[in-house]
C-alpha cells in the first residue's frame, strides 16, 4: 500500500508563524482579498498553507518529497533558532545566526506564492548554464541537446525544483566580510510590540535585486524583533512612525492573509492601509517604508 501523500503544503513554515501568535499560540487573520478581519483567532496551522502546492509528478507517480523531505529538512535545521530567538531577548544577530537568518530569507523569498511568477520569468529568460548549472549523458557526459534543455525546463517538476536553486543564484548566503555592517536587528520587548508578518514577509526595496549594496529589506522575525538590511542599516535610532508604516507595508506586500497577535492593533493598521488605497497611495507605501533608513 502506498503511503499518503501530505496535502497542507505551508509555504510559511509554521515555526517562524508562532512568532506572531499570542500568549495562546494563536492570531488574528486579515484576509487581503476580501478586505476583511476574520472573527476568530486561529492557530498557524490553519493558514498559509497552500493544498498540494509541492506535490511533482515523477514518471506518472505522484511524489511529495519537496515538501517532506527538502523542505522539511531546511525547516528542522532552521527551526530550533527560531525558537531561541522568540524565547529570549538578548542580541540575535550573531555571525552563526545571521548566516541561518540568510539561508532561511533566500528560500523563504522563492518559497511563497507571490513570487511564483517572478521564478517563472527567470525560468523563462536565463539557460541552465547562466545559473550555473548543465544538463549531460549519465555515462559519455556528452551535453544534452536543445530538444532536450526544452523538455526538462517545461517539465513542472525541473520548473517546481527552481525553488532550491535560485536562493544560492540570488541571493549571497555565504559570509561576506564585513557584512555585519549591512545588517540591524531590532528587538522592543515592551508590551506594545505587536508587528505583523503575511504571506510575502520580505519587504524589498527593488524587485529583482538582492544582496548588494543598493538593496534594502526589511524582515519581521518574530512581534517584537525586526531584521534590516542596506548600507543605513546601521544608522540611529528609528523614528516610532516607522513600525506602523513597516506594518502597514506588510498589508501592501501580501497577497492575501496578514497576521498578528493583537487583533484591535490589526485593525487600526488595516485602517490605515485603506486610507492608503481610497487616495491612491499605494504606491509610496514601500518607498516611503524605505526613507525611515536613510
Excluded at 525541473?158 to 561576506?176: A, C, D, H, Q, W
Excluded at 512581534?223 to 542599516?233: H, I, P, Q, R, V
Aim: hydrophobic share 35%.
Amino acid at each position: 500500500m502506498k503511503n499518503k501523500l501530505s496535502w497542507r503544503h505551508h509555504y510559511i513554515p509554521q515555526f517562524y508563524l508562532k512568532g506572531f501568535t499570542n500568549e495562546n499560540n494563536e492570531f488574528a487573520i486579515y484576509d487581503k482579498q476580501q478586505n476583511k478581519i476574520k472573527d476568530k483567532l486561529f492557530s498557524p496551522k490553519t493558514h498559509f498553507f497552500e493544498k498540494n502546492r509541492n506535490i511533482i509528478e515523477i514518471k506518472g507517480e505522484k511524489s511529495d518529497r519537496i515538501e517532506t523531505e527538502l523542505y522539511q529538512e531546511i525547516d528542522n535545521d532552521i527551526s530550533n533558532l527560531f525558537e531561541e530567538i522568540h524565547n529570549k531577548d538578548a542580541d540575535f544577530l550573531t555571525p552563526y545566526n545571521l548566516y541561518t537568518l540568510k539561508l532561511f530569507i533566500s528560500f523563504l523569498f522563492w518559497r511563497v506564492p507571490k513570487n511564483d511568477e517572478l521564478i517563472n520569468e527567470i525560468i523563462d529568460k536565463y539557460d541552465f548554464e547562466e545559473l550555473g548549472f548543465k544538463i549531460q549523458h549519465k555515462t559519455s557526459k556528452k551535453e544534452a541537446s536543445e530538444e532536450i534543455k526544452r523538455m526538462f525546463k517545461n517539465d513542472p517538476a525541473v520548473r517546481k525544483m527552481y525553488s532550491f536553486i535560485l536562493p544560492f543564484k540570488t541571493f549571497n548566503v555565504g559570509y561576506n566580510e564585513n557584512e555585519e555592517e549591512m545588517w540591524k536587528a531590532i528587538s522592543d520587548n515592551t508590551s506594545d510590540a505587536i508587528r505583523l508578518t503575511s504571506d510575502a514577509p520580505i519587504i524589498t526595496l527593488k524587485k529583482d535585486v538582492f544582496y548588494d549594496k543598493t538593496q534594502k529589506i526589511i524582515f519581521p522575525v518574530t512581534s517584537n524583533k525586526l531584521l534590516f538590511y542596506g548600507e543605513t542599516a546601521k544608522q540611529g535610532k528609528l523614528s516610532p512612525n516607522f513600525y506602523i508604516d513597516a506594518d502597514v507595508a506588510a498589508i501592501h506586500n501580501a497577497t492575501r492573509y496578514v497576521c498578528g497577535p493583537n487583533k484591535d492593533y490589526l485593525e487600526k493598521v488595516v485602517q490605515l492601509y485603506n486610507l492608503r488605497v481610497e487616495f491612491n497611495k499605494t504606491d509610496e507605501i514601500i518607498p516611503d517604508l524605505f526613507e525611515h533608513l536613510k
